[in-house]
């Protein structure tokens, strides 16, 4: 069995694009497309937008990454390890947060179906949510579910400069041919040895065999597009 390797960036905006294009010019060299996390409260208009748009309109693909990212939104009592914005929302709320997200993406000319909730987690009403709202996909802390047929692919996402024994978990999983996620978030990307360490994660996956792919393409065929494009909006992948 082949390993699929999806890398993903979060973090995207003004004051991190420059390292933003530094790494996804180094994937771009490896064939590797990449899957950005985007909040459109934090990208703001000018030159990130412009280069999420280019971007977008290659190989890589857009995935909704939250609202604003705003901690427990609903003040509820939850534990410090679940505060991201989706991880305790019942479905109602968190239905809310996406239209406004949806619609915030919509004016910056861009639209998507995949979503990838802040810190990776998603509550059980953000699931319900997501797919009330017509979303195809919501990547999580351990997999990624389509949430069209409810199938979830399993592989835990692995964030460079958070986990010790990166590239042995990296390496294991390529050779037997599962799911390789590598995330980064592109302001750790101004620490020493972050850059490296992804791009030494990407190679080693790439040289055990592993296809890259994109939070678009992992469990869709070959040239199909299954994203929702408004009049005027940049598609989230054109593979």
């Not at 910056?108 to 990776?120: H, S, Y």
């Not at 409810?150 to 986990?163: N, P, Y």
């Amino acid at each position: 069995m082949v390993a699929t390797l999806v890398v993903s960036l979060s973090g995207i905006g003004p004051s991190t694009l420059a390292r933003c294009a530094d790494l996804t010019g180094e994937l771009d060299r490896r064939s590797v497309p990449v899957s950005l996390l985007l909040a459109p409260r934090k990208v703001g208009a000018g030159e990130a937008l412009d280069w999420v748009r280019d971007r977008v309109r290659g190989r890589d693909a857009l995935v909704l990454h939250g609202f604003d990212h705003s901690a427990d939104p609903c003040h509820r009592a939850v534990s410090l390890r679940r505060r991201a914005e989706f991880s305790a929302l019942p479905a109602h709320e968190a239905g809310l947060r996406l239209v406004a997200a949806r619609a915030a993406a919509h004016r910056l000319g861009l639209a998507t179906d995949l979503f990838a909730p802040p810190g990776w987690l998603a509550s059980p009403g953000t699931v319900v949510a997501l797919r009330r709202h017509r979303f195809a996909v919501c990547a999580d802390l351990v997999g990624v579910r389509d949430l069209r047929t409810g199938d979830v692919r399993a592989g835990r996402v692995r964030m460079v400069g958070e986990h010790r024994g990166h590239l042995l978990a990296v390496g294991r999983a390529a050779r037997r041919g599962g799911f390789v996620r590598i995330g980064v978030d592109a302001a750790d990307l101004a620490r020493p040895g972050v850059r490296d360490v992804l791009l030494e994660s990407v190679e080693l996956a790439l040289g055990h065999g592993a296809e890259a792919a994109t939070y678009s393409s992992t469990d869709s065929p070959r040239g199909s597009t299954r994203n929702s494009v408004p009049s005027g909006a940049v598609p989230a992948s054109t593979r």
